[in-house]
């Protein structure tokens, strides 16, 4: 990817360092953007904008998702007005925030999500935008989704959409280290005395879930030092567990097993040397056990909570850490697969509803570690925000 294009954006967001320069990768990044400013490969719009970003399946021209990229106003968790759901890491946020400082941009939108079902002028806008005219920038990506662009620069239309967003609250669905530290800038720069400025804001992406609800994948678990007929064997003290004909040879119909026993509860399959279990109904006494304190009864009654508390650290005894469970995004087989090379388990996941993530969200908790992948994400590199230009 690095070197799929002199003018890769790749090289701004994740920049690798020159052999022997007497500088860091976040230097590098700043002088690479800076040469691009100057070679005019980025020029900025001569008028202040938002932007109407669209998604769609080129083949049928079916819309994926509409949303507006600009500056959203930042606001700490505590206000409710800006709702993660994740917590987050803080080596990834000095990273963010190392490579904001030196560049002096925000060089990709993190994504929010908002609900606008009583449509009001700035779902009007997005929608009369997209639809009268051609767009700024059209390009297909290899998914075979297209995207374009479109600028909105009236002075009395993006009042209108200020004014309508002005009350509403977002969600967080992808972003969580870039808004963090997009927090963090701000805070440093009120400790140097600095008055409002252009970190007051973060480069964002806002959809209208009422309008196009996101679609959140599974995310899998794949434990390489777990074979499965142990993991079956302790599984059993805690989980009813049943044997699903066809093994992983028949890995669709297991799916729709366990979609069908997710509607009623936590439920799990559990996969590896060609067999398949489905797990259910916990035990109520050591899944009450199991659960931290303090913790709402729809956070412990989520099958990511299940999973993480009762199944991995209490059942298997096994720490829910990057060294000894990997994650595996979407692809069950792919899950399957990554188990069967190591010997290990894996562990098939239904996805997290999302107004669940909403309900989380809006009373201050976060979802346990890796449950949700919210798509389609916006593809980098079609707005940069600089400071100097706001």
Known sequence: MFAADPHNVVRLILPRHTPGADSDVYDDAARTLREWQDERILTPDPEPSLYVYEQAVRDGAAVVQRGLIGA???????????????????????????????????????FVLHDGSNRGASARLVDDTADGGPPLVEAVTSDGIRHRLWAIDD??????????????????????????????????????????????????????????????????????????????ELAQAAFTVRKLPGGTRELPAALDELADAGAAGPAFLVAGCGEVRLLTDPDPLQLDAAMPAGRSPLWRGLSASVLQELLIARVWGISDSPQEVR????????????????????????????????????????????????????????????????
Not at 93 to 102: D, F, I, P, S
Not at 214 to 231: M, Q
Not at 354 to 365: I, K, N, P, S
């Open 72 to 110: 959203l106003r930042l606001s700490p968790p505590e206000d409710g007005v800006v709702r993660p759901h994740e917590d987050v890491a803080p080596g990834p946020v000095a990273g963010r925030l190392q490579l904001m400082e030196a560049t002096q941009a925000n060089l990709e939108p993190i």
């Open 155 to 232: 002075p009395a239309d993006l009042a209108a959409i200020a004014a309508d967003l002005a009350p509403r609250d977002v969600l967080i669905a992808d972003g969580h280290h870039r808004y963090a530290a997009y927090l963090k800038l701000q805070a440093r720069r009120r400790a140097a005395g600095d008055g409002p400025g252009p970190w007051d804001y973060g480069l964002a992406l806002l959809v209208d879930a009422s309008a196009y609800p996101p679609n959140i994948g599974a995310i899998h678990r794949v434990i390489p030092g777990l074979a499965p007929a142990k993991a079956v």
């Open 327 to 390: 994650i595996v995004h979407h692809d069950a087989a792919g899950a399957v697969a990554a188990a069967d090379e190591t010997g290990g388990t894996a562990v098939i996941c239904l996805p997290m509803s999302t107004w669940d993530v909403y309900a989380l969200a809006a009373q201050g908790e976060r979802v346990p570690r890796k449950s949700t992948s919210f798509g389609p994400k916006p593809r980098t590199g079609l707005v940069i925000r600089t400071f100097a230009q706001g």
